[in-house]
């Protein structure tokens, strides 16, 4: 995985430097050109935008890290009750709003989201949520809340979908129904034969519900005007972060950034998988 990524990494920062204004051989040959001068002086580079890089980074992690934190919060939950009584007509709605999360466009989910608290909670509350303006602090809950809450919407949908489809699979096993069959509780049958069996599911879905965020990052961020990685992405293809810095060394930084950032989650996610996955958990004490 890291090495596929690292090869996205830097077929994405070789295309940064191709422009389409010129013909196609001078294009390549200045692009290619660009690039191996961009590698030659990584250093040089680097410190020139160190500092517009971690300042983009953080502000992205930190509504990325609150979104995938609500996703868990909200989703997995909800999944796994969907999931232990499949029949019920809330069950059934909740799987169709889960779909309906998931495919909704990220720019139509920020302007519900915006328009929501307009119209509704600032006349009820009287509290102005939505803050577009770049002078107020990162960490004033009016600038994070709906920010968070757009990001967030994919992957309560993502964990609901998928947990409950496990916690289905999981209560239709034969040791469930043995297990029922011996006059356990159904609480207990739920924690102690469903619920361990559902929880690696919840694991393996934080990445794929990570790339859901990322890539409504630079429309989530450009909408509710959030210096964060995304919108820096959207302004660093047309115009320089500053002079004398070619403006797809300051995209190549970013890019690599968030490339990092998932594949340090994806290997964390794959050791509490290995730990919590009770037949991995066997295997382990089989050999």
Known sequence: MLLSLLTVIFAA??????TINQPILRVIYDGVAS?????????????DVEDLVISAYWHSLLVLALGIGVGLLLGVPIGFA???????????LLRFLSYIGTTAPSFLVALFVMIFFVLYVLPLTGVRFILLSSQSEAFDPRRLIPIALTLAVRPVAYF?????????????????????????????????????????????GIPAALLFSISSLPIVEFVF???????????????????????????????????????????????????????????????
């Open 13 to 18: 920062s070789l295309c940064s430097f191709i």
């Open 35 to 47: 690039f191996l001068d961009f590698l030659i002086h990584l250093g040089s580079f680097w410190s």
């Open 82 to 92: 969907a999931g232990i009584k499949p029949h019920w007509l809330a069950s059934k």
């Open 160 to 204: 609901t979908s998928a947990v409950a489809a496990a916690s289905r699979d999981a209560s239709s096993r034969d040791y469930v129904r043995t297990a029922r069959s011996k006059g356990l509780g159904e609480r207990l049958v739920v924690f102690r034969h469903i619920w361990p069996n559902v929880w690696p599911v919840a694991l393996d």
């Open 225 to 287: 005007n959030w210096p964060g990685v995304g919108q820096q992405l959207l302004f660093g293809i047309v115009a320089r972060p500053r002079p004398g810095i070619p403006a797809a060394a300051y995209v190549s930084f970013l890019l690599a950034s968030i490339g990092i950032t998932y594949v340090l989650v994806g290997l964390a996610v794959d050791y509490l998988r290995a730990r919590a996955d009770p037949r991995q958990a066997a295997r382990r004490r089989d050999e």
